[in-house]
Structures are given as structure tokens and as C-alpha cells.
Nanobody, 118 residues
Framework: QVQLVESGGGLVQAGGSLRLSCVAS????????MGWYRQTPGKQRELVAV???????NYADSVKGRFTISRDNAKNTVYLQMNSLKPEDTAVYSC????????????WGQGTQVTVSS
């Protein structure tokens, strides 16, 4: 089993910042991509940002220039620095890891709530 544990969510005013962290542990042979997704009630989960093991990144257009994804491969940890937050960024943010694990090739965290007040 692979466990992903997120932290860092919370309530912040518009224009503020938050930093999310996600640590992967368990039966991991290697991790390729790590990413952040978000979901609001009634909407499909959407990609926020993803980073490869080599450091290449990809962002949703709505967060480009405001969010930064990074990772520490030695710690199996991915971060999401969120600046200039907007009310429309309010969502449950979930961490995803894809790679070679004992029983699967993908894993999800439970999610952390981010609420941005106007």
C-alpha cells in the first residue's frame, strides 16, 4: 500500500498565500509524476499542477504565475506554493503520485480543504 498525506490547507483571505505539502510512504519502488488536483462540489476534479521526477512542470492556465509546484525526491514529498489566492481557488486539493508501487501505479491522498474568503 502507498499512503499520501496532505497538509497545509486552511482558510485564507483573498490575496493571501498557503503552502500545501504531500508526503508519500509505503511500498514504493519509484515515483514518476506527482501532482495536485482540486475539486469543488458538483464539478469534476481538475489538474492544478504536476511535476515529473526530473523537475518538469505543467500548470492549469488558471493558476499559472500564482502557484508553484516543487518536490523533494529524497523525501517523496511534493509541495504547492499558492500565492495571490482568489475565492475561485476554494476547493478540496488532493495529491496524486504515479509510479511503480507494489500493488498499483497510482495513489491518491485524502484531500485538504482550501478556502479563500473575499
Amino acid at each position: 500500500q502507498v499512503q499520501l498525506v496532505e497538509s497545509g490547507g486552511g482558510l485564507v483571505q483573498a490575496g493571501g498565500s498557503l503552502r500545501l505539502s504531500c508526503v508519500a510512504s509505503g511500498s514504493i519502488f519509484s515515483i514518476n509524476d506527482m501532482g495536485w488536483y482540486r475539486q469543488t462540489p458538483g464539478k469534476q476534479r481538475e489538474l492544478v499542477a504536476v511535476i515529473t521526477s526530473g523537475g518538469s512542470t505543467n500548470y492549469a492556465d488558471s493558476v499559472k504565475g500564482r502557484f508553484t509546484i516543487s518536490r523533494d525526491n529524497a523525501k517523496n514529498t511534493v509541495y504547492l506554493q499558492m500565492n495571490s489566492l482568489k475565492p475561485e481557488d476554494t476547493a478540496v486539493y488532493s495529491c496524486n503520485a504515479r509510479g511503480i508501487f507494489r500493488y498499483s501505479n497510482t495513489a491518491w491522498g485524502q484531500g485538504t480543504q482550501v478556502t479563500v474568503s473575499s
